[in-house]
């Protein structure tokens, strides 16, 4: 709590899975001395984990625990989501977020659905193909959730999880031997995102991407989405993982700038376990100063030094509490 106050954090989003009962969440809005909001983000990734059915079939019957719901195809478990996406809601959440290797976009019937389901839940395998339809499924279907709510969806996009089995089976997943994917991205997430545009529920999107070979792809797909009415509504996400750090957010600062703009941009996010690493939005913050700085030196941005003052504020704090629009949280 006190690095927190000394930080002068006002918001802090956690990342929770659907089935968390958020008490801990509960606990600290009664608190009256913390005047830090801690809020839950809506992460359902597991959801998609159809590469691991044991591991699957157990999140299933926990989910069917928690919602109330008896999952035993694919709408029961779109009715459990959002049961509990109305959970989350009414605990403050406001974003979700998803882990995905990369956009999907195949799609299929519900019957076909319901018969992945199936198969996975009793523990067999189903093809790459038959993953990718499913997963595509209930993105769409989370994304759908999103925008009736005025939430904001995000999408880490990129990561090539779990790579080295022997370490995978010592430690479990997530202990550091995962690396950037490089595979196929543009047209599945323009059909992701036009479906979405074209049925009007595309709600407000923050992409990230891990792999910086695709920095130009990603910023030019999200400019078409832009719609005219929410100012900064298509985000290109700020530098994650392994590109953050000086290059890597520089070059996310350019591409932005060259594919977008710079002055709508929601900032630095800290997406790590760790308090200590608040400092980050200290580091992207000297980092863009002297970006802009430099760029004033050279006669490519104006030499004035209150405009860019507002610039900054407004990248590092306002934008993001105009854009997020957390109940009672004000620029």
């Avoid at 809020?39 to 999140?59: G, S, V």
Wanted: proline share 3%; charged share 25%.
């Amino acid at each position: 709590r006190g690095l927190l106050k000394q930080f002068n954090v006002v918001v802090v989003c956690t990342t929770d899975d659907p089935t968390d009962d958020l008490r801990y969440h509960t606990q600290i809005a009664q608190d009256g001395e913390f005047k830090v909001r801690v809020l839950p983000t809506f992460r359902p990734d597991r959801a998609l984990m159809l590469e691991d059915p044991d591991r699957f079939h157990l999140w299933i019957n926990r989910l069917s625990e928690v919602s109330g719901v008896e999952v035993k195809d694919f709408p029961t478990l779109i009715e459990a989501l959002r049961k509990r996406h109305d959970y989350f809601h009414e605990r403050g959440c406001r974003i979700s977020d998803h882990g995905i290797e990369q956009f999907y976009c195949e799609e299929t019937t519900e019957g076909d659905l319901n018969q992945i389901f199936r198969q996975v839940y009793n523990g067999r395998s189903v093809s790459q193909n038959e993953r990718n339809k499913f997963k595509f499924a209930v993105l769409y279907e989370c994304a759908v959730m999103d925008y009736e709510k005025g939430w904001v969806q995000q999408f880490h996009v990129g990561a090539l999880r779990n790579n080295n089995t022997k370490m995978f089976q010592l430690l479990g997943p997530d202990t550091g031997f995962d690396a950037i994917a490089d595979g196929n991205l543009a047209r599945c997430m323009v059909r992701f995102f036009d479906r979405l545009e074209m049925e009007g529920k595309l709600a407000k999107t923050i992409v990230y991407n891990l792999n910086p070979a695709v920095n130009e792809v990603v910023a030019s797909i999200l400019a078409c989405f832009q719609d005219g009415q929410i100012p900064g509504k298509m985000q290109y996400g700020a530098a994650w993982w392994f590109l953050d750090q000086r290059d890597g957010i520089l070059k996310q600062l350019e591409t932005l700038s060259n594919f977008g703009l710079l002055s709508r941009f929601v900032g630095m996010l800290t997406d790590s376990r760790s308090f200590l690493s608040f400092v980050r939005h200290e580091y992207f913050r000297r980092i863009l100063c002297n970006l802009l700085g430099s760029e004033m030196e050279r006669g490519l941005l104006p030499n004035d030094f209150d405009m860019m003052a507002e610039l900054v504020r407004d990248i590092c704090y306002r934008n993001a509490v105009r854009y997020f629009n957390f109940p009672g949280v004000t620029a």
